[in-house]
């Protein structure tokens, strides 16, 4: 199984940057489809982004779009989401995720995740 560790959370103003970094240890991602969660205080977790194990395809949320991107590095073991133009919203913890052989589509259902890590605070002041 891979264990994943989530880094690079902090607090930013709005309209700011921040670049989230997932890195995995125990297993190669390669053969695993990588995604990102969030879950802000009384809400449920809901789906941001995820990248196909593949051949980096990519999908996105409605609320991510034009302004997330998600990465992987295979050799680094590593994926990454940039996120600009921050809103206040956007404030909750976020989650890296991992699940083998998949399609990004079935990553955002949530559903049968091998993998979760312990979240990264991400606080946007308005």
């Known amino acids: 199984q891979v264990q994943l560790v989530e880094s690079g959370g902090g607090l930013v103003q709005a309209g700011g940057s921040l670049r989230l970094a997932c890195a995995a240890s125990g297993r190669t991602i390669s053969t695993y489809t990588m995604g990102w969660f969030r879950q802000a205080p009384g809400q449920e977790r809901e789906f941001v982004a995820a990248?196909?194990?593949?051949?980096?395809?990519?999908v996105y949320a409605d609320s991510a779009k034009g302004r997330f991107t998600i990465s992987r590095d295979n050799a680094k073991n590593t994926v990454s989401l940039q996120m600009n133009s921050l809103k206040p919203e956007d404030t909750a913890v976020y989650y890296c995720?991992?699940?083998?052989?998949?399609?990004?589509?079935?990553?955002?259902?949530?559903?049968?995740?091998?993998?979760w890590g312990q979240g990264t605070q991400v606080t946007v002041s308005s």
């Open positions: 990248i196909m194990w593949s051949n980096a395809n990519t």
């Open positions: 995720a991992a699940k083998r052989w998949s399609t990004p589509r079935a990553v955002a259902t949530g559903e049968s995740i091998n993998s």
